[in-house]
């Protein structure tokens, strides 16, 4: 079940919104959450799909610290299945500006999930780490990437390797979409994300 609960906490953990002169990492996120397993070949599982929905937001504390959370839950209802999982994330970051509009970014987080699949529950907690670039390629467009590593005290550790975008079509709220590829298991976000505090940089 690691798989699982990395993937979709990698996905939601990602601490990232704009729109003033500088980056800034006060927002809010709602998102539509799709995970596509892969299992092992030696495994007799075959491959199956889990959907659901994630929330988050991040507020900064100074200019450079901020302290994030999130929650997500997904579940595979398809015949013969009733696989459901809950994901709590919260952690703390920091943003190191490398250039104008571009941070190098760090975090730390703890990360809670919950799983059941209809005769076992099982729930695990892990630390994660993790460091990425974020930047603004356009007035109203901004990437990111990175990679996450998370240490499941029952499961244990997996790598997330993580790309997403936001759309600004206002100035306080972007069309935002994400992937995270872990071990068997790509995981992927769209959604909506909005900042606050700050006046836009219109």
Known sequence: MRILHAAIAASALLPISTQADELIYTFWNAAYVRADFSPPASSEMSDFRMDGFGLGGSVEVTDRVFVFGSYADVSDMSAGSSLSERTYGVGAGYAWPLAESFDIVGRLGYIHADADDGY????????????????????????????????????????????????????????????????????YTLGFRGTWGRNSRR
């Open 120 to 187: 076992y529950k099982l729930s695990d907690d892990a630390y994660a780490i993790g460091a990425g670039l974020r930047g603004r390629v356009l007035d109203s467009i901004e990437f990111e990437g990175g990679v996450e590593y998370a240490d499941f005290s029952r499961t244990g550790n997996t790598t997330n390797y993580i790309i997403g975008a936001q759309w600004y079509f206002v100035d306080q709220l972007a069309l935002s979409g994400s992937a995270a590829f872990g071990d068997n298991v790509t995981t």
